[in-house]
């Protein structure tokens, strides 16, 4: 089976501050994981995601998550929010010998004051 | 190059009317193909996926059908259709043994 835990619904920082968007996962396949966004009424973008290779895998609009199998963890970073990334994030976990189906988080909602 | 068309973007139904949303791949062959659901305020639930022709597995117990008539089309189906049905529908495709992932644009479905 495979699942996501999206720790948080609600994210709220300030312009400029780092981001950190939580998300455990539970697998009982070799996983990969994947984070996209969805800003409101458009569909899903790609942020990243990671395969069995390095384990900081760098995406798209500065921003970066770290598998760490140990925790079973896949956070989501970024050093600085600009108020364009206000949006819902999902985290996904996938496995080929599951036949790629995707198993979403709920989401996190993330505001950006200014 | 591979793409996904997925129609119409947006519909709006009345209940018990029936319901038919293609999806339809280009540029690749036997691939795997999804169909999710995003209810308002949730996140995505996989309904059904197929890993060919007439090959259709159910995620979960619901008032919807998927039919594969064609290696790269895939239909979502119901009789007749309730409001909870209402939400944003995603069909998606993969290539067996890669890590590729296409969705594609939606269509957002209302029932009133």
């Known amino acids: 089976a495979q699942s996501v835990t999206q720790l948080d619904s609600h994210v709220s920082v300030s312009e400029g501050t780092p981001v950190l968007l939580r998300c455990n996962y539970s697998?009982?396949?070799?996983?990969?994981l994947f984070w996209y966004v969805q800003h409101p009424n458009k569909g899903l973008q790609l942020l990243l995601k990671?395969?069995?290779?390095?384990?900081l895998v760098k995406g798209i609009n500065g921003f970066e998550a770290e598998f760490k199998k140990s925790e079973t963890s896949f956070h989501l970073t970024k050093p600085s929010a600009h108020m364009s990334d206000a949006a819902e994030y999902f985290c996904v976990v996938s496995s080929m010998n599951n036949f790629n189906k995707f198993y979403f988080g709920s989401g996190t909602k993330l505001n950006v004051k200014p | 190059s591979q793409t996904i068309h997925q129609w119409p973007a947006t519909l709006v139904q009345p209940v018990g009317s029936p319901l038919s949303l293609e999806c339809t791949v280009e540029g690749t062959s036997n691939p795997n193909l999804y169909w999710y659901r995003q209810a308002a305020g949730r996140g995505l639930q996989l309904l059904f996926y197929?890993?060919?022709?007439?090959?259709i597995s159910s995620e979960v117990p619901q008032n919807l059908s998927a039919s594969r008539p064609q290696d790269r089309q895939f239909i979502l189906s119901s009789k007749k259709l309730l409001l909870s049905d209402s939400g944003f529908y995603l069909c998606a495709w993969s290539v067996p043994g890669s890590y590729g992932y296409t969705f594609g644009s939606g269509t957002r479905l209302t029932v009133v």
């Open positions: 697998s009982s396949y070799s996983p990969s």
């Open positions: 197929s890993v060919g022709i007439g090959q």
């Open positions: 990671y395969t069995s290779a390095a384990t």
